[in-house]
T-cell receptor
């Protein structure tokens, strides 16, 4: 987990609320990613960013939004449009966006909708 | 489309015995293959990857994996299992033509019994 921090560790959201998950890295990596993990389904890509001020949708971007204003930060907002947001959210980074690069993961944020 | 399969949800081995966690993949081009491990409520930790070259890849904590192109497999192995190896293991694949799309398997839960 070293070099990538996510906060908070646990987050509870009421129906209809937007919440923002923080992801910060001090690895000087260009690329950052957000994944969602559900039991038995592995990880699914929500959004990724190869460079500051640019990001692309992944497989399950609906109901989520991101920004990349600084190289070290890639916050994820879970909006009220996301129908089933309860999940474990993982942020990752890699040196660049090349397919040979290793992605390194943060410790995760567990989001629960009340 | 690229995909990866982990055919076993659960693998049980006795401490000291060799372990194998299976992974098969499907890509249109040359595959880049990764293994990660996840402990409860934690992020993923990188174990090893295959990019090119020697089919036997050595990684962290005594793990190794063998790339088999004809069988499209990338099984994770360890000669002597430890109780502390008990965790969730993920295989992932990236395709040379898809820079930012890493596909994960559903995961295999390894339990090492003393």
């Amino acid at each position: 987990d070293g070099g990538i921090t996510q906060s908070p560790k646990y987050l509870f959201r009421k129906e209809g609320q937007n919440v923002t998950l923080s992801c910060e890295q001090n690895l000087n990596h260009d690329a950052m990613y957000w994944y969602r993990q559900d039991p038995g389904q592995g990880l699914r890509l929500i959004y990724y960013s190869q460079i500051v001020n640019d990001f692309q949708k992944g497989d399950i971007a609906e109901g989520y939004s991101v920004s990349r204003e600084k190289k070290e930060s890639f916050p994820l907002t879970v909006t009220s449009a996301q129908k089933n947001p309860t999940a474990f959210y993982l942020c990752a980074s890699s040196m660049s966006g090349l397919p040979t690069d290793t992605q390194y993961f943060g410790p995760g944020t567990r989001l629960t909708v009340l | 489309a690229q995909s990866v399969a982990q055919p076993e949800d659960q693998v049980n081995v006795a401490e000291g015995n060799p372990l194998t966690v299976k992974c098969t993949y499907s890509v249109s081009g040359n595959p880049y293959l990764f293994w990660y491990v996840q402990y409860p409520n934690r992020g993923l930790q990188f174990l090893l990857k295959y990019i090119t070259g020697d089919n036997l890849v050595k990684g962290s904590y005594g793990f190794e994996a063998e790339f088999n192109k004809s069988q499209t497999s990338f099984h994770l192995k360890k000669p002597s299992a430890l109780v502390s190896d008990s965790a969730l293991y993920f295989c992932a694949v990236r395709d040379i033509g898809r820079n930012n799309d890493m596909r994960f398997g559903a995961g295999t839960r390894l339990t090492v019994k003393p």
